[in-house]
């Protein structure tokens, strides 16, 4: 298929166009876009913070109110509360450690 010279001048043009028309796709997010999700993750780890702090008081009164003021909590490699006193000794019934 032999094109001429005019063709390619048109298929040149219209490549063009179409790399500069899809250029802004490879903008990055804007500042507005770059404050609000900084502002998102920001809202994210003060809700997470305030979470966690919520399950710690949770996990202290459980064992408080289960053994007493002495105790406190701890919690075990695989994620489960644990009631010992404030020595780190385990509560001694069994039926009072959660």
Same mark, same amino acid.
């Given at each position: 298929?032999?094109?001429?010279?005019?063709?390619?001048?048109?298929?040149? &043009?219209?490549?063009?166009?179409? =790399?500069?028309?899809?250029?802004?796709? !490879?903008? +990055? %997010?804007?500042?507005?876009?770059?404050?609000?999700?900084?502002?998102?993750?920001?809202?994210?780890?003060?809700?997470?913070?305030?979470?966690? &702090?919520?399950?710690?008081?949770? =996990?202290?009164?459980?064992?408080?109110? !289960?053994? +007493? %003021?002495?105790?406190?909590?701890?919690?075990?490699?695989?994620?489960?509360?644990?009631?010992?006193?404030?020595?780190?000794?385990?509560?001694?019934?069994?039926?009072?450690?959660?």
């Amino acid at each position: 298929m032999n094109l001429s010279k005019t063709q390619i001048n048109w298929l040149s &043009a219209i490549l063009i166009s179409l =790399a500069l028309g899809c250029s802004h796709l !490879l903008d +990055g %997010p804007d500042e507005i876009e770059s404050q609000r999700l900084y502002q998102q993750e920001l809202d994210d780890a003060k809700r997470m913070a305030a979470e966690e &702090a919520r399950v710690e008081r949770a =996990a202290t009164e459980i064992c408080v109110r !289960l053994n +007493g %003021p002495g105790y406190t909590h701890r919690w075990t490699s695989e994620g489960q509360l644990r009631c010992v006193n404030t020595k780190g000794i385990p509560a001694a019934q069994l039926g009072q450690s959660v």
